[in-house]
């Protein structure tokens, strides 16, 4: 059984940094595709980054050049750093995992477990 908890999310001024954590059971990173999705309120859930087992990232071109996603497979948590954020990154964001490496890794459906969320809100 598959279970993720986010950790890390709060409130930041713009230009700040936070790294959020997503501690991952029920998962072999080696055979899995881990990523983040964000949702705003009154919007979908949009795509921010993921890493396929053998580490190869992608990122949303809104976050591109800020966010990294990172794993530790010893620690079977994943890390999102956020750095120079900015208000439009506020959402609640959600650690996801698919078996294997999904075709392109990028849209909500390819995801079949989520964790709860965690809120980030960055401040002007």
């Known amino acids: 059984q598959v279970q993720l908890v986010e950790s890390g999310g709060g409130l930041v001024q713009a230009g700040g940094s936070l790294r959020l954590s997503c501690a991952a059971s029920?998962?072999?990173?080696?055979?899995?595709?881990m990523g983040w999705f964000r949702q705003a309120p009154g919007k979908e859930r949009d795509f921010v980054a993921r890493?396929?087992?053998?580490?190869?990232?992608y990122y949303a071109d809104s976050v591109k050049g800020r966010f990294t996603i990172s794993k530790d497979n010893a620690k079977n948590t994943v890390y999102l750093q956020m750095n120079s954020l900015k208000p439009e990154d506020t959402a609640v964001y959600y650690c996801?995992?698919?078996?294997?490496?999904?075709?392109?890794?990028?849209?909500?459906?390819?995801?079949?477990?989520w964790g709860q969320g965690t809120q980030v809100t960055v401040s002007s």
């Open positions: 890493i396929w087992p053998r580490d190869s990232t």
């Open positions: 029920g998962v072999t990173f080696s055979s899995y595709t």
């Open positions: 996801v995992a698919a078996r294997g490496r999904p075709s392109m890794s990028v849209q909500a459906r390819e995801y079949n477990d």
